[in-house]
């Protein structure tokens, strides 16, 4: 969404040097001195001083570095935001599950009532099965999954989350307070 020359000149700036750019771009020396000579003439600017110790940006060039920056963190935001939106409409729901904690008793239940709502889908999301990992996952809620089926036994879990019970399975499920789920009662 920008000019990839920009990416080059604010990577050569961050290093110091053209050579240390190249190494973290993958590319020659003299590609990133092109690119970096290509965007100046291209801006019709000076942007860097060369010296025998590297390089650095000249009054224009900490501009448009600032501002490319900038521009950079924008467009990865806005691309984002984009897939974000492209999802909304996305009636796939990812189901965390790990060895301790199987999904079985939650598909059992969506086998009985997927019929009702044929435009949605299920995706299972394996999670790891350790004390201090599955309160790092629950924090995963509403990102990673928008499920967590698991046995409901600690105060940490109660804590973090919302839980819904799947009926007669002794399990619950975990969904996060933002999840438009949370917000729905569930009738028996």
């Known amino acids: 969404m920008y000019n990839p020359l920009l990416y080059t000149f604010v990577t050569a700036i ?3 040097s053209f050579a240390k750019a190249a ?12 690119q970096v000579n290509a965007l100046e003439q291209h801006l019709n600017l000076k942007l860097t001083e060369r010296t025998p110790a590297g390089i650095r940006p000249t009054e224009a060039g ?9 521009l950079m963190d924008y467009s990865k935001k806005s691309i984002s935001n ?3 939106a492209a999802h909304a409409k996305d009636n796939t ?13 939650f ?14 889908k299920l995706h299972l999301v394996p999670f790891e099965d350790n004390h201090e990992g599955i309160l790092a996952e629950i924090e995963q809620l509403g990102k990673k ?11 940490e879990w109660l804590s973090r989350c919302h839980f819904l019970p799947l009926g007669c399975y002794h399990k619950m499920v975990a969904v996060s307070r933002e999840h438009r789920l949370a917000e729905k009662s569930v009738s028996a």
């Open 14 to 16: 961050d290093c110091g």
């Open 23 to 34: 190494e973290a771009l993958y590319i020659s020396p003299t590609a990133v001195m092109k």
């Open 62 to 70: 900490a501009m448009i570095y600032r501002d490319a920056k900038f």
């Open 82 to 84: 984009a897939h974000a």
């Open 93 to 105: 729901f990812c189901v965390g599950t790990s060895l301790l904690n199987p999904a079985k008793p």
């Open 107 to 120: 598909m059992d239940l969506w086998y009985r009532v997927n019929h009702a709502f044929p435009s949605y």
């Open 145 to 155: 999954f928008d499920f967590l089926i698991g046995v409901c036994d600690s105060r």
